[in-house]
């Protein structure tokens, strides 16, 4: 969840680590700091709040330095528990993602040792202990402290006696190397190196590193023999301008806005309507192998696991094979049955996500096949799955997911298409389907110019403090998204019913203070998805209803918003982009950090 940067080499140290920070702080925000190595010692600047608050001091020298932004676990944000955290004879400082399991009892030990622990942080044990160990090196002092933790981390550490060097090591945390002319940086996110190199390496769980201005060398957290590992270093293809918002007040917006592009690069080389069917090299599946599998699994957290369910709808319907969707935090804790026959689809933006890294290992562990739908090349979750489909969203930094969830879909779309055609779906109904994703570009931005309209929707949903957002089949997890953008982004709370279920208690809730947004599209269940909206009206509930434009409401009085119609499988991503517009608007008019949600952070990569 936090951010971390480090810098080694030739140019003073913090400018670049506060320019690094800024770049990810969608990965927390409570707190942020910095340390570098100066003459006289480490020197720290640190406190509660954005990047942009931290105050240098004047004398702030140093060419090399860590860094920080805070998503806070242990204690609240507040200057003493921002990063970077410094030993008790000021020798070591530390940054840290992740969390120390047994950091109450490590604390323990410490104070009963006469070591005063100034934070309420796990975090701080750490540089403690890393001054404490009488090993030789940095990097023994730093598995010496890494053998007495439990639990998670990518850390970075800096060492008055060893003023050459950051020490680094990953466990379940994201950390990136990035390669300069004569100096080196660290990172949790490409974002924060784009602008320097796109020349990177990443670090495995079970690694550490020494970074010096020279170059890097990795071996491992617990063998203190020093035996090199050979990691691979990667030349990106990024183009740095992708994380900067430009002209658009954010990044959110923006993100937005790029859905039809980034929706063209999803599909670009994938269709094949010569066979009606989709090429999905990353998949590593032969025909014979993709008939073989019996059921899918589909394994995300937040709005994946929302567009996971969509996802399994779509490969239930299209290729008659039984689909469901599981939120992967829950998933390894009930000891889940791995079958040989099931195909795992593990959905991450990031490609981090702690909690479906957490699932594909288990899968893997007991020899289940995992394929991961992911937006970030070489992330652990692409790392480690058997084969993958690549997003091609480009970079998302706003919290809220966006572009990347409307490629999730995509992705979805194209597998239950290519195992469609391996069973029993037609030439012909493949050639729809084929048709109907090269119009979805289109009609994504048809979608988008409707943008003034259903800002003023929104400015009326804003007003209220809480919302229903409903729909049936096809239209449930659709409306399960909308209550999720809603909520993370406005503050307000939403919540998320089958149309089918208001009769089973939700309708004591309905009022005239209480909006519903209804999903309603042109399709076998429009009479019924009706029905229920004339039951609210009787009530005298607001509605709002995302529709297409040959469905008759009749006498129910409601706000529509009409969107394109495609194939009825791909109309839930166009019904999902006006719910995006409306949180958008509503967070834009009540004032709030639309990139920033409170409390929240873009890459969840701590339990």
């Known amino acids: 969840m936090c951010g971390i940067v480090g810098y080694v080499g030739g140019q003073q140290a913090a400018p670049l680590l506060l320019e690094g920070l800024t770049r990810l702080e969608h990965r927390g925000y409570d707190s942020a700091g910095v340390a570098v190595l100066a003459a006289s010692g480490i020197k720290v600047a640190k406190q509660a709040g954005r990047v942009r608050a931290i105050d240098l001091p004047k004398r702030f020298a140093g060419k090399v330095g860590i860094g920080h932004t805070r998503w806070a676990t242990h204690g609240p944000a507040n200057d003493v528990n921002a990063h970077p955290h410094r030993s008790a004879d000021g020798k070591v400082a530390v940054v840290h993602n992740g969390i120390i399991d047994n950091a109450a009892a490590l604390r323990a030990e410490l104070s009963d040792l006469g070591i005063d622990l100034v934070s309420d942080t796990d975090t701080e044990v750490l540089a403690h202990l890393v001054a404490l160990s009488e090993a030789a090196s940095l990097e023994d002092k730093v598995r010496s402290a890494l053998a007495r933790i439990e639990g998670t981390y990518g850390v970075a550490v800096l ?68 035996t090199r590992l050979a990691n691979q270093i990667t030349e990106l293809d990024i183009d740095p301008a992708t994380y900067d918002a430009g002209e658009h007040e954010s990044f959110m917006y923006k993100e937005i806005l790029e859905q039809p592009a980034a929706a063209e690069r999803m599909l670009r080389g994938r269709l094949d309507e010569r066979f009606g069917t989709a090429h999905l090299g990353g998949l590593d599946l032969d025909a014979r192998e993709s008939r073989g599998v019996k059921r899918v699994k589909i394994l995300g957290c937040g709005s994946a696991y929302y567009v996971g369910q969509m996802g399994a709808a779509l490969i239930e319907e299209l290729a008659r094979v039984p689909a469901d969707a599981e939120a992967a935090s829950e998933f390894r804790y009930r000891n889940p049955i791995i079958e040989p026959d099931t195909l ?14 957490l699932a594909v ?25 058997d084969g993958g489909i690549y997003l091609h969203a480009g970079p998302e930094v706003a919290v809220a997911s966006t572009k990347a969830l409307t490629n999730m879909f995509l992705g979805f779309a194209l597998l239950a298409l290519h195992l469609g055609r391996v069973r029993d779906l037609s030439v012909a109904d493949g050639r729809r389907l084929i048709a109907g994703l090269q119009r979805l570009p289109a009609q994504l931005e ?18 209220a403090e809480s919302l229903f957002f409903i729909g049936r089949v096809r239209g449930f997890p659709v409306a399960r998204e909308g209550a999720q953008k809603f909520k993370e982004i406005s ?32 399709d076998e269940l429009t009479d019924r998805n009706v029905a229920a909206l004339h039951e609210i009206d009787a009530r005298l509930g607001p509605l709002v209803v995302i529709t297409h434009a040959d469905v008759d409401l009749g006498e129910v009085r409601a706000t529509r918003i009409d969107v394109p119609a495609n194939e009825p499988e791909l109309d839930p991503i166009l019904l999902t982009i006006p719910l995006q517009l409306l949180a958008y608007h509503a967070a834009l008019r009540l004032g709030h950090d639309i990139d920033k949600p409170r409390n929240l952070a873009k890459s969840v990569t701590v339990e």
Request: hydrophobic letters at 40%; aromatic letters at 4%; charged letters at 20%.
């Open 159 to 226: 060492h008055e006696d060893f003023p050459d060097r950051i020490v680094v090591a990953r466990n379940g945390s994201p950390l990136i190397i990035g390669v300069g002319e004569k100096e080196m940086h660290v990172a949790s996110d490409l974002a924060a190196l784009v602008r320097y190199t796109t020349t990177v390496a990443h670090l495995e769980d079970g690694q550490l590193a020494t970074v010096t201005a020279a170059g890097f060398t990795t071996s491992s957290t617990t063998d203190r023999t020093a």
């Open 344 to 357: 795992y689809l593990a959905v991450s933006q990031s490609g981090e996500t702690i909690d479906t890294l």
């Open 491 to 522: 503050y307000r709370h939403a919540e998320a019913y089958p149309t089918s279920e208001l009769k089973h208690g939700p309708l004591a809730l309905i009022s005239p203070e209480v909006p519903t947004v209804a999903i309603v599209p042109a």
């Open 446 to 463: 048809e979608v988008l110019k409707q943008e003034d309209a259903i800002a003023e929707v929104a400015a009326l949903l804003s007003e």
């Open 361 to 385: 290992q288990e899968i893997r562990r007991k020899g289940g096949r995992v394929v991961g739908l992911v937006n970030v090349v070489g992330s652990a979750i692409a790392r480690e799955c």
